[in-house]
């Protein structure tokens, strides 16, 4: 199913991820219970086989064990116990924050038929969300794509 961004992260130099850090499935649960809702298909399988990541040198949000979440800064609930309440109601679950200048995040309003949410990024210039990505997958696959150097 993600044959294609299996691929790109065999060959490429713009993702590190580090073996052995997956996600427990019973984390996953404890926090959608928490968020309120579920956690896109793509990013689930990514967290279940993956876990942990850098790309180009920032952390990818993951889900840490309970017992370091309160104080572990790549946790994707507790980025979201931090989010203002505006940006809760407007479905915002932050994903990546690459630098000052813009950061990526779900738009959990915005469910397709498999449960995927679009993958938005954010400006701090414009200040204007586009649709980065259809899912996380596709979002993982086009930061792939930007910052793997052509040969």
Do not use: C
Request: glycine share 4%; proline share 5%; hydrophobic share 35%.
């Amino acid at each position: 199913m993600y044959t294609s961004l299996i691929e790109k992260l065999e060959h490429t130099d713009a993702v590190r991820w580090f073996p052995y850090h997956q996600v427990q499935e019973s984390w996953i649960t404890e926090v959608e219970q928490e968020l309120g809702f579920t956690l896109p298909p793509s990013y689930r399988w990514w967290l279940l086989n993956y876990g942990e990541a850098l790309l180009s040198g920032t952390a990818i949000l993951t889900i840490t064990d309970p017992e370091h979440r309160e104080y572990t800064d790549t946790d994707i609930l507790y980025i979201y116990r931090l989010a203002d309440d505006d940006a809760k109601k407007e479905g915002k679950l932050e994903l990546f924050v690459p630098d000052a200048d813009e950061y990526y995040y779900f738009d959990t309003r915005t469910a397709d038929d498999l449960g995927e949410y679009k993958v938005m990024r954010l400006d701090y210039f414009n200040g204007e969300p586009e649709v980065y990505a259809d899912s996380f997958a596709g979002f993982l696959e086009k930061l792939i794509d930007q910052r793997t150097p052509r040969n």
